[in-house]
């Protein structure tokens, strides 16, 4: 971790407990998972709640608040009419950028338990830390206008669960309206992606946006759970154009509608130890305020969390696309003229 924090915040069910003991999780490590918010962690107290009940996003900075949103009525009532104790631990051997939400750290240690608070129905709780500010609160039906009323962006992230082998059962029977939408998407995304694989080779076509804030200190880039950054994006289709698909891309992940220029077209051959890439990149060029995309923003289509880069930090960062980070890093990118790059590892 860049800065060293003092404390941060695990939540549990169990009471009484001196020592949090490491846990293997959904990302396959021994860790002890806690938060640098004390809010983030009451809600994670019960454990009966997962993205299918709620939409969560934020880590609780000024800048980023949490949002968490019933997905449909009484759930809240359901998964949060629990009690439970919020832990208080010592900052020191905690990291972050290991699960790719930066309100989340890990430690590889078991950690011993600073103080103790008990919270006596986890639903209450929530209601009083949205009435101090602390959280914004949305119960069913409101919610935020990006997120769509029929819970549709949950279909890319059930559809990555059972590709992984995880039963996605429970999905089918609290959104049985959504089976449809699921096999046309899983359908879609088995059929219509222009890409081709074949051992040791890749080969795809994608678009991209790069986004710069309004005085273009920062550029918006995805954070993909493994020290990976990408800009803003994906897969175009078979008989999609460019400018449809960034548009759609964007509409998908971010709920973002905003004037786009094509930059640059890049064919990029890149090479890993086991794998040689070949792909065609469409790169589209604009400018929104900073606080129409909060830093931290969980993507609408993916697990993806969006972070503003400051481009003075930029190199810090492992992003994919090579040559549109050096031309952001160089500050080269000074018109909206279109340009053609090759950039060859192999």
Known sequence: MKEKIKYVYHGSTHQGLKIIKRNKSTHGKAWVYATLSKAISTIFISNKGSDLYYYLSGDG???????????????????????????TLSGKNFISGKTGWAAEVVSEFDENVIHEEYINNVFEKLKELNNKGELKLYLYPNRPSFLPKDNSDLIPKVIRWQKKGINIEQFFKIYPELKEKYLEKLKR???????????????????????YNEDK???????????RYMFPGGRIDVHEDSDNAIVRELKEELNLSTNLKLKYVVEMFLSSPKTKYHEIGFYYLTTIKEETIKSGFKSLDGDGIFEWISIQNLENHKILAKPIKEKVVNKEITNEKLEHIIYREY
């Open 61 to 87: 900075t000024e800048n980023n608040p949490i949002i968490l949103v019933e997905r449909k009525e009484n759930m809240f009532k359901d998964i949060f009419n629990v009690s439970g104790s919020l832990y």
């Open 189 to 211: 995304g088995e059929t219509m992606v222009i890409t081709m694989k074949e051992e040791g080779k890749r080969f795809g076509v994608r678009v991209g946006a790069i986004i």
């Open 217 to 227: 200190s920062k550029i918006l880039l995805e954070n993909q759970d493994n020290g």
